[in-house]
């Protein structure tokens, strides 16, 4: 069974700062992709940055960014120049690709960002 | 920008009641599922629905939860006799084919009381 671990319930940055929130996973597949996902307060999740396991080079996506340690299973996010509208909950997310395409997440962190 | 929408938004129901859920994925998307949050608790997978069939359900999907495509459109997750342990999120996604992310709608909270 696949599972996703976030250690960290609540983190706060101020703006324009620099914060890490931290994933680990456990599975036995060798072929999998990993996600962060963001859910505004009332609002849907939404897809931040994809990791395709078989890549070694880290994913970004303009101020986002991962470290994935692959052997680690770590798959931190790091958010660079932390904006207001960053305050949200953030979840971890590993697929491994089938019909079905389950996504399996973690308990989430909640990020505020502090003016 | 392409939604999935969820209704209703909050849906309070009594014990033993039936209840339906509905979702509209985004218009070419082929795989949907239910995913629901207990209060405090991880997401958790329910079901996946492909080609107008379950393709894949957790221990969590029982005989009292069922899953529909009643038209072209719209993806109903029903509950059948509701217990107090059912009140969640519940949150509907789909997925196209050949992309790897779901597409999540906003989440219809579930209250058994």
């Known amino acids: 069974a696949q599972t996703v671990t976030q250690s960290q319930p609540e983190m706060s940055v101020q703006e324009a700062e620099t914060v890490t929130l931290s994933c680990t996973y456990d599975?036995?597949?060798?072929?999998?992709?990993l996600f962060w996902y963001k859910q505004p307060p009332s609002r849907q999740m939404i897809l931040v940055i994809r990791q395709e396991a078989y890549k070694q080079q880290n994913a970004t996506e303009n101020r986002f960014s991962v470290n994935f340690q692959k052997a680690a299973k770590s798959f931190s996010l790091k958010i660079s120049d932390s904006q207001l509208g960053d305050t949200a909950m953030y979840f971890c997310a590993f697929m491994k690709p089938k019909t079905g395409n389950q996504f399996y997440f973690g308990t989430g962190t909640s990020l505020t960002v502090i003016p | 920008e392409p939604e999935v929408t969820q209704t209703p938004s909050h849906q309070v129901t009594q014990m033993g009641q039936e209840v339906i859920l509905r979702c509209v994925p985004i218009s070419n998307h082929l795989y949907f599922y239910w995913y629901r949050q207990i209060l405090g608790q991880k997401v958790e997978f329910l079901v996946s629905f492909y080609n107008n069939e379950i393709s894949e359900k957790s221990e969590i999907f029982d005989d009292q939860f069922s899953v529909e495509r009643p038209d072209g459109s719209n993806f109903t997750l029903k509950i059948r006799s509701t217990k107090l342990e059912d009140s969640a999120m519940y949150f509907c996604?789909?997925?196209?084919?050949?992309?790897?992310?779901?597409?999540f709608g906003q989440g219809t909270r579930l209250t058994v009381v």
């Open positions: 599975t036995s597949e060798n072929n999998y992709y």
């Open positions: 996604a789909s997925s196209p084919v050949g992309r790897t992310e779901a597409f």
